[in-house]
């Protein structure tokens, strides 16, 4: 069998080290246009039924006007009858 110079090895390890970088980036553009044109794809989705379930609670919109300007603590009344916060 041949043997090879370090000098011809190390061109072949270049050349098959360029071929795989030239691969990779070939494949990141590949994925960084399908990811553009699929955006969708990137949106995270509840899986379960009790996640999404979940989901929707956390969202819930905050009802506005007076009621949202109550505390949310407790109101106790004092000794007069009328009622104040703690």
């Known amino acids: 069998m041949r043997q090879f110079s370090e000098t011809e090895t190390a061109t072949a390890r ?14 990141g553009v590949l994925a960084f246009f399908a990811s553009i044109d699929r955006v969708d794809w990137l949106t995270i989705r509840p899986v379960s039924g009790s996640s999404a379930a979940m989901a929707a609670a956390s969202t819930r919109v905050q009802p506005a006007g ?8 407790e109101t106790a009344p004092d000794d007069r009858g009328t009622s104040r916060s703690r």
Do not use: Q, S
């Open 66 to 73: 007076p009621e949202a300007a109550r505390p949310m603590l």
């Open 14 to 27: 270049e050349g098959v080290m360029g071929n795989l970088l030239l691969f990779v980036f070939g494949c």
